[in-house]
């Protein structure tokens, strides 16, 4: 489910990036779809990863399923949100960086650095929301953790 949940996420989005925007080819070009493809599938696990663990932990808690859901999706991007808002003002991420260092105009290394956040949003927003909606609680404790029956 999470392999399908990153694939569904990731595939499509490179294969755009690569095929429509980018122009490239041929379009599977090792020197542009392996950079790409490490940072769309590395955010996209991440996104997972955080949802997964922040709907466990919100059904622990006691909420319901779709209350769950809708925390964790919003856990899931709140890391991306925040790259999107220091992108340019606080930090230059590492691509952009190498490619003003290689040579490149920083209006070009500027676009493409766009191009990337969107697909890195795009991609973990997708996976994260496919995660969430095949993810079926199982084998739920009772109780939230930490109550005992014993102390009363």
């Keep these: 489910m999470t392999v399908a949940a990153i694939g569904i ?4 989005s490179l294969f755009l990036a690569t095929e429509l925007v980018l ?3 041929p379009w599977y070009a090792p020197r542009y ?3 790409l493809a490490g940072m769309v599938f590395a955010n996209a696990m991440n996104s997972v990863s955080i949802a997964a663990e922040r709907h466990m932990t919100e059904l622990e808690r006691g909420q319901g399923n779709e209350s769950a859901r809708r925390a964790a999706f919003q856990a899931a991007l709140i890391p ?3 790259s999107l808002f220091a992108v340019g003002l606080v930090s230059l991420p590492g691509m952009m960086t190498g490619q003003v260092l290689a040579g490149i105009s920083p ?3 500027a676009r493409y650095q766009i191009l990337v956040m969107c697909i890195l949003f ?3 927003g997708i996976a994260a929301a496919c995660y969430l909606y095949w993810c079926k609680p199982q084998n739920l404790p009772s109780k ?3 109550l005992n029956d014993s102390t009363k």
Excluded: F, K, Q, Y
Excluded at 9 to 12: A, I, L
């Design 80 to 82: 991306l949100i925040n």
């Design 107 to 109: 209006l070009i290394a």
């Design 122 to 124: 795009g991609s973990s």
């Design 144 to 146: 939230p953790r930490g």
């Design 23 to 25: 122009d490239l080819t």
């Design 9 to 12: 996420g990731g595939v499509p």
């Design 33 to 35: 779809l392996i950079p």
